[in-house]
């Protein structure tokens, strides 16, 4: 079956650490998004990429990198400058870069940083 | 600057009732899109439908329906007969602008449906 894959669905962390989110997929996407999500809120962009070895911020970047080395890999690491990394992040793609394309999103990770 | 609005933060039916949720949006672009996505409690957005601003057209699909208005940029997406099922957060989104596909997300309207 083709889809996203994020690992692991919930993840703690010691505040100052960094911790890498996984996100993969199969279905043979050229771009690929990271978003995050607080209670009550809209999903918010950190950062896309529209092929390999691109990527660009989005609205909320700061604290966060990315790398596309892989067309099927998009991981996301939170860095201890992120000042309130608690959240549920969710890894989407879409068949080409453009406004008419519907994301596929995996099943999202929860990062609970204490 | 594009926003989406979806005044209904949470709404609860009896299983069996017909139920709206309203998405208004505001864009300067003359070409766009709007989506639906459905966000049952494991977490994982479902696409449900996508419109672009030359298609008002309503849809219908089994039991959802979508309205389109662009007199009142409004897309209003109703369930009939809701089921339990249903029970899940829907986001309704907007792209614009050509190129990149910025996607606005409006804050979601949690929809419980009570048996």
């Known amino acids: 079956d083709g889809g996203i894959t994020q690992s692991p669905k919930y993840l703690f962390r010691k505040e100052g650490q960094n911790v890498t989110l996984s996100c993969e997929q199969n279905l043979n996407h050229d771009a690929m998004y990271w978003y995050r999500q607080d209670p009550g809120q809209g999903l918010r962009l950190i950062y896309y990429s529209q092929i390999v070895n691109d990527f660009q911020k989005g609205d909320i970047a700061e604290g966060y990198s990315v790398s596309r080395e892989k067309k099927e890999s998009f991981p996301l690491t939170v860095t201890s400058a992120q000042k309130n990394p608690t959240a549920f992040y969710l890894c989407?793609?879409?068949?080409?870069?453009?406004?008419?394309?519907?994301?596929?999103f995996g099943p999202g990770t929860r990062l609970t940083v204490t | 600057a594009q926003k989406v609005t979806q005044a209904q933060t949470e709404i609860s039916v009896v299983e069996k009732e017909d139920v709206t949720l309203d998405c208004v949006y505001e864009?300067?672009?003359?070409?766009?899109?709007l989506f639906w996505y459905k966000q049952p409690p494991s977490g994982e957005l479902v696409f449900l439908i996508r419109r672009n601003s030359f298609d008002e057209q309503n849809e219908i699909s089994g039991r959802y329906s979508w309205n389109f208005q662009k007199s009142t940029s409004s897309f209003n997406f109703t369930i009939t007969a809701s089921q339990v099922v249903d029970s899940a957060v829907y986001f309704c989104?907007?792209?614009?602008?050509?190129?990149?596909?910025?996607?606005?997300f409006g804050t979601g309207t949690k929809l419980q449906v009570i048996p």
């Open positions: 989104a907007l792209t614009s602008g050509g190129g990149y596909q910025k996607v606005t």
């Open positions: 864009t300067r672009d003359t070409t766009y899109y």
């Open positions: 989407a793609s879409t068949i080409k870069p453009g406004q008419s394309y519907e994301q596929y």
